[in-house]
């Protein structure tokens, strides 16, 4: 074979460049595609690419341009399927783009195109070679310096060259000329001021009839810039109606529609005009392309014409009865772009829409569902929810989580307003929870704990469904779902007081198998199981106020809410169920397995675990001394008159309520009077140097002390803490500034307003939500609520925080502008065309010249001067201030 061969000639060479065997038994393009396939992908396939690359770094080193072009194919072709870098050989790139032959020219043009970046050292190397082909008169070599400039286009690039691509825009061929209309589209981007030179012949070839193509590629440059500033286009609407009425291109009819969707919305006039000939189009259309399009058209922008929206809905569901899975897509978007303004066009096609949701496309699948959410309120929520759980049950894990995901960002949308029965929906979250497939436990878990601090009512259902999802030892051997334990587990705590049986949730919160969580998510039981054992030990020492304290838990510490009776009822029947369930044996048996379950944490690595650990092993042991050392007879007083005292300041410290904290509480805190905030911290770093002493030690094990040792340190306790204070005191008044003052300051409310409003309720229709099929969605009549709906609490900038997304540096506003001045005639430059763009430097020299002679000028002219200009910008920006985009009258 000429391959073996070729790489066996290749080891004679001792110079750098390729020999003449070399040259005549060079791999080509294809035998490079062949090997490379005889290869199994793997470490034979690397290899054989490897061996590849070393022949074409010798090859394309040649004198001969022939095996120069060669190299550089396979190496593009390398480079385009297997990601191999070919940034070395741009300057070879640019070296075939200077060659006669066309061959060679569009191989380097080619290379050029899928390599060159901004950051290119040789791209400069290429502004003659492209002004040269752009001048050619072969209109193919024209049509590569086009093809290339289009993709690698700088600002440099677009600047130099722009006199030459408006050269182009009026050539005779139409083949140069629609290709140098598409190349406009990235100069205009990259240099703004070539809209001044090329606008107007831009619309000029917009008006043309003669050639098809010229005008497609005219109408797509006008829609990419409409889609980024449409206002600017205001005056050429004449132009985009003729071409709407007057064309019969499919394509370009889809772009003016593009064009008059954004328009409409600045001009509303333009509707009366335009609709009838959309809606004539619709119907006699066979294309389903431009079907689609005039529907979407419609629907988005002339919404408002009810006989347009009729047909366009009856376009929709021929869509949906077609066997291509393609077209029925395209209905069920046209669907969800209807169901904003017209939802009955969506409950028309209910019986569609749910079969769709088990289609064998995922796409149709997606859509389907989105158009079930969206007709998703208040009155429907749980009958739906009910439906797409059962899909979600028999679905594959990819859509069941698309599911699960629409289900929790509606019901959870502007703080829960469509949620009624909050003891629906934790259950209905938990019931989440247990699906097998499921991965949204970061929203599962975020939304139970924000349920918990918004809605009061929900509490003791709450604390029922995190208690379920504890005592289930399946779930832990779940990753999934360990975020979801560990939200269940904090309000298991966070709310024990209103749990029937705190010792289950003990026992579930200390079970074995929870080893197989987290060290983060282990620490949290641990703590839970702290608030826990904090609340029975109080129960027990205090059982005649475990009721009171349960039933006016929230009069004591917020004044401004009330249970409902029914609530309170409730509550105090928790109380009495939990006080009747702790005795002295049920205490001695939770304190024994506290201790035998934590006591082998107690020396883990972990500081978080270790550190909780420890201060649950201090209670317990505590209140195991006393209670083991006393009578039974004894227990109350002896207990309660050494130790109830820290249990109940502990069991008050974690009872106080934890609410949702105002994304802007920080900056509502009032500056103290008197404290100076410096900006500049360096300060600190001095202060810190001089005043803290730094330790040269640190150990997580506990010093171990000796009897000698402990005796030694009670004498100086007194004179250690004497000296600290005064070291404080010292370091207080040299740097006072940092200090904040001791006298207590106002605080800022913390109440906030309730949600749901009525003021701010929106007035859905309840008729246009009957139901979602005949079969499985029927929706009961709603029913008389007990009790009211309740009490949401609502931070003033809404539930979470909003994503800041840096808005994108661009031109479009340059190129606004510029098109504004060229349609409206403000422009005082650039009449010549390319004269006056290839004169641009030497007008700069002569305006920098003129300013120069200005200033030796006497002082009276400079000042009439100055008042001329004032007058002549004034009048220029009271034109730009009247800019509003004038349509003729024939039009609206």
Known sequence: MSGGSGSGGGGGVSGGGPSLMDSLFQRTLDDLIKGIRLHTPGAAQSTFISKSLDEIRREIKSTDLQTKSTALQKLTYLHSLHGIDMSW??????ELTSSPSFAHKKTGYLAASLSFRPSTEVLLLLTNQLRKDLSSTNQHEVSLALECLAVICTPDFARDLTPDIFTLLASSKSFIRKKSIACLLMIFTQYPDAVRVCFKRLVENLESTDNAQTLAATVGVFCELASKEPRSYLPLAPEFYRILVDSR???VLIKVLKIFSKLAKLEPRLAKKVVEPICDHMKRSEAKSLVFECVRTIVSSFHDYEFAVKLAVSKIKELLLETDLNLKYLGLQGLLLVAPNHLWAVLENKEVIIKSLSDVDRNIRLEALKLVMSMVSDDNVIEICRVLIGYALKSDPEFCNEILTSMLSTCSRNVYEMVTDFDWYVSLLGEM????????????????IDIGMRVKDVRPELVRIGRDLLIDPALLGNPSIHTILSAASWVSGEYIRFSKNPFEIMEALLQPRTNLLSPSIKAIYIHSAYKVLSFCLHSFLFPHTSTISVSNLVDEHEPGFTYSESEGDTNADLATSSKNTITRESIINLLALVLSSLTPLAETHDVEIQERVRNVLGLARLAQEEISSCDTLQKESIFA????VIIRLINDALSEDLGPVSLSAQERVLIPEGLLLEEDLHKLDNICEQGLPISESFSLVK???????SVSIHPNEESSEAESSSLLSE???RHGLFYLPSDTTQNTSTTFPPANDPNNQIDTDVEDLVRLTEESLVLKKKSTLTRPRPVVVKLDEGDRAPIARAKAESNDDLISGAVRDVLLGNEDCNKGGKGDS???????????????KKQLSQSDENVETSKQKRKHKGRQRGDVAVQNSVIPDFLL
Do not use: M
């Open 641 to 644: 008159v050494k130790h109830s």
């Open 89 to 94: 050989a741009a300057f070879h790139a640019v």
């Open 249 to 251: 291109n499919n394509w």
């Open 838 to 852: 290839e004169g641009g430097n030497a007008s700069k020299r002569k305006s920098k010249k003129l300013k120069e």
């Open 703 to 709: 010093p171990v002390l000796t009897e000698n040792d």
């Open 731 to 733: 370091h207080r008044k």
């Open 433 to 448: 929870a247990r699906i097998p497939h499921c991965q949204n436990g970061e929203e599962i878990e975020y939304q139970l």
